[in-house]
């Protein structure tokens, strides 16, 4: 793949970019603070804004490399970060990538994630060259499974105990992934 880091994209209500250490107050309002975002994720809620603030300091020595991805989800409208969207996972030898996003609950069924995740894939398969995208979900999370089908993600199967909660207990996922062959199926109709 071609790597080119964590650079900047624009939707029509989006701005996708790198995480600074300004944003440590917002993102810890907006969503890292909140149990009802991190409910399925594998990281517990932050209890405080330092936590957060160590977060970002390791992001921004994470963002010199160009096999890093970890975008901040900033809307136009209001410029405030509302949740983030990156790579959890790059194979170089499969040209495989797998995704993961986070967002504010005030901004939930809204259509945000599916609107920053396709930009993402796009960079992923027509810039890197990546040849396949997955992403996998907490079963008790069926939001998250509608969001990867409305980006023209295939359901693969459920995986038993393939991922730990954030209390460390082992839970079944459900994964889902998108090739470079449908994504430019789906971009050329």
Request: aromatic share 12%; proline share 3%.
């Amino acid at each position: 793949m071609k790597h080119v880091g964590t650079v900047k994209i624009e939707t029509p209500r989006l701005i996708l970019r790198k995480f600074t250490l300004d944003d440590a107050e917002k993102m810890f309002t907006n969503w890292a603070s909140s149990e009802n975002v991190t409910k399925y994720l594998p990281w517990s809620a932050y209890k405080s804004v330092d936590g957060v603030i160590d977060y970002l300091k390791n992001l921004q020595n994470n963002y010199l490399s160009d096999y890093f991805y970890d975008w901040c989800i900033e809307l136009k409208k209001t410029r405030e970060p509302i949740g983030s969207v990156g790579a959890v996972s790059v194979n170089e030898e499969f040209s495989a990538i797998g995704l993961g996003y986070c967002l504010s609950e005030n901004y939930w069924d809204q259509g945000i994630v599916p609107e920053a995740c396709q930009s993402v894939l796009g960079l992923f398969f027509e810039q890197l060259g990546a040849v396949r995208v997955s992403a996998a979900h907490h079963v008790s999370n069926p939001k998250s499974g509608r969001v990867l089908q409305k980006l023209g993600m295939q359901f693969e199967g459920t995986l038993r105990k393939n991922a730990k909660d954030n209390r460390g207990n082992f839970v079944d996922v459900k994964v889902y992934s998108i090739t470079d062959d449908d994504w430019f199926r789906r971009k050329n109709t």
